[in-house]
Every structure is written in structure tokens, then in C-alpha cells.
């Protein structure tokens, strides 16, 4: 059972740049989520799904896209990339709201 | 406003020892996770908790619903135990998904 699945681990972009950071989950979840993790801050809520063809925004979605066409996947967009947009990217997902949280492996993504 | 609130940010330990990590919020949860993260790597969920307590290894964690409080104890702490553990909380009741992270708390545990 492989869980969920991020890529990709490490990506440098140029400033300008965009590109999409995969996430997968095989559990059947219902709700995904992106987040950002910072030094010294907790981590933030990007943006969210509750099933497919459901998004919506987190504490900080400015600069980033999200679709959710399948259950399973559940891809974040970077539409044009901001030194302020580097930060480690964790997706999560949960089948219920009162259920474990599962997260990936992470997407240190620097931008220069 | 929702906040958690986690104590202390760092912790340093001799193996063998007992430790305690806290973690308060302002306001009613319906569930509360622990979750480890070693340096440069994933996070982990260690245990969902909305009463009482678990224990899972030498891992205990406990709630308080009522002084809004949780404690995550590690007994007979180890040098792999060193890991930032994060607590994180579903604020109200219902179907609200969204869970607020604490800062978590760096551990190392010295041999």
C-alpha cells in the first residue's frame, strides 16, 4: 500500500517558472490537502479538496492552483514562480474527518 | 482566533529519560493529532486523539478536553526518538476537515 505519494523530493525553478507538484493517494480518501512548511512556523493550509471536483482555499492560497479530476490525485500548479514560494510542500489526505491524516514524503522546492 | 500552542519549542534529553511534549489550543477541538517528523524527512501521524488516552510502543498520548490540553510522553527516550513532533488540531465539530498546526517541538535525545 504505497500511501500517498508526492513528486517531485527536490526541484530548483528560475523565477517566472511554473510547474506542478504531483500528489497521489491509493486509500480512497476523500479529502486532500497541500500544505507549506516554513522555519519557525507551523504548517499552512495551501489549498483543500473534500472529493473530486471539490477545491477550495486555505490560509494561503495566493500563487498556487489546484484541480481534483479523480479521487486519487490531487496536483498542486505553481503559475509563476516567487523566491517567497520556496518552502517544503506537503500533501496530506484522510478519508474522514475524525480519521488518521496520512502525509507524503515532501517537495523541498527553492526558487531562485 | 484558532492557535495552538506547543511547549517547549526544544528539548534536549540523556536516553533513558522520560519526556513530556505539551501542546494547548484556545478553543473546541474534535480531534487532535501527533505526528513526528525526523530532519529532511516525512511526516508521520503517531496518534488521533478527541478523549482519554492511547498508547502506542513507548509512546502515550493524552487530551483534556475540558483545559484544552494534550501531552505526548515518550518513556525510556531513545537517540531515534530525535524528531520535531507536531501537534495539530480539527477545530470545532462536524465535517470540518481543516486541521491548525503547532510549531512542533524539536527533540533530541543525546546517547
Known amino acids: 500500500n504505497a500511501g500517498v505519494t508526492q513528486t517531485p523530493k527536490f526541484q530548483v525553478l528560475k523565477t517566472g517558472q511554473s510547474m506542478t507538484l504531483q500528489c497521489a493517494q491509493d486509500?480512497?480518501?476523500?479529502?486532500m490537502s497541500w500544505y507549506r512548511q516554513d522555519p519557525g512556523m507551523g504548517l499552512r493550509l495551501i489549498h483543500y479538496?473534500?472529493?473530486?471536483?471539490?477545491?477550495d482555499q486555505g490560509e494561503v492560497p495566493n500563487g498556487y492552483n489546484v484541480s481534483r479530476s479523480t479521487t486519487e490525485d490531487f496536483p498542486l500548479r505553481l503559475l509563476s514562480a516567487a523566491p517567497s514560494q520556496t518552502s517544503v510542500y506537503f500533501c496530506?489526505?484522510?478519508?474522514?474527518?475524525?480519521?488518521?491524516?496520512?502525509f507524503g514524503q515532501g517537495t523541498r522546492l527553492t526558487v531562485v | 482566533k484558532n492557535e495552538v500552542e506547543q511547549s517547549p519549542q526544544n528539548l534536549t534529553a540523556q536516553e533513558g529519560e522520560f519526556i513530556t511534549i505539551n501542546c494547548s489550543y484556545s478553543v473546541g477541538i474534535s480531534a487532535l493529532h501527533w505526528l513526528q517528523q525526523h530532519p529532511g524527512g516525512g511526516i508521520v501521524s503517531l496518534f488521533m486523539?478527541?478523549?482519554g488516552k492511547k498508547k502506542h510502543g513507548r509512546l502515550i498520548a493524552t487530551i483534556n478536553i475540558q483545559e484544552k490540553h494534550s501531552s505526548l510522553h515518550i518513556t525510556a527516550s531513545h537517540p531515534r526518538d530525535s524528531a520535531v513532533y507536531i501537534c495539530a488540531v480539527r477545530f470545532g465539530g462536524g465535517s470540518n476537515y481543516k486541521l491548525t498546526f503547532g510549531k512542533g517541538t524539536l527533540l533530541t535525545v543525546n546517547p
Open positions: 479538496s473534500v472529493g473530486a471536483g471539490i477545491t
Open positions: 496530506a489526505s484522510s478519508g474522514n474527518w475524525n480519521t488518521e491524516a496520512f
Open positions: 486509500m480512497n480518501h476523500e479529502y
Open positions: 486523539l478527541s478523549s
